[in-house]
């Protein structure tokens, strides 16, 4: 008896299913829901990202982050989050020096917290130097574990203040 010979890699065939689906919208034929504009800006804030946003980022990709799905540079009313997990209403964002004390910032926040996204703040540095304890925070947040806002040294954490309704250019 002649056994089936088995494919090398473990990739879906290239006919319909998964394939299909994995396309952007637009390949499909589809109108997406974003736009254009910030498709565009998405995408040159991913390919300018530093090095600690990727760091972390390799972090959260993949649902590897105790299986909660992560988006990098969401748009959110007029502003991008560095993170999102959109089923979670979390925004993860990483901070140079630049942002110490920023009113910018400040209003980006409270915009995400009136649109339903509770807001963690961490140092670049701290995502490079401490990989871990930014990753446990992130999933203490994510299991509700946080549960007021918080202003420490290496991280600000900003409750939503309103579940918004209306789902913002997601």
Avoid at 54 to 70: P, R
Avoid at 98 to 126: C, I, K, N, P
Avoid at 145 to 159: G, N
């Amino acid at each position: 008896l002649r056994m089936p010979s088995r494919r090398a890699s473990s990739s879906p065939p290239q006919s319909g299913g998964e394939v299909a689906r994995a396309k952007r919208e637009t390949e499909r034929g589809l109108q997406s829901r974003r736009s254009p504009k910030n498709i565009a800006r998405a995408r040159e804030l991913r390919d300018g990202d530093n090095f600690a946003e990727a760091v972390l980022w390799s972090e959260l990709k993949a649902k590897k982050l105790g299986g909660y799905k992560f988006v990098r540079q969401m748009p959110i009313g007029p502003y991008f989050a560095d993170f999102a997990s959109r089923g979670q209403r979390l925004v993860v964002e990483m901070d140079g020096s630049q942002h110490a004390e920023s009113d910018y910032d400040r209003r980006r926040d409270q915009f995400m917290q009136e649109t339903g996204y509770s807001v963690l703040r961490f140092w670049s540095s701290d995502a490079l130097k401490h990989t871990t304890r930014v990753c446990d925070t992130i999933l203490a947040a994510l299991n509700g574990r946080l549960v007021e806002d918080t202003v420490a040294s290496d991280l600000r954490f900003a409750m939503a203040t309103a579940r918004s309704s209306v789902r913002s250019a997601e």
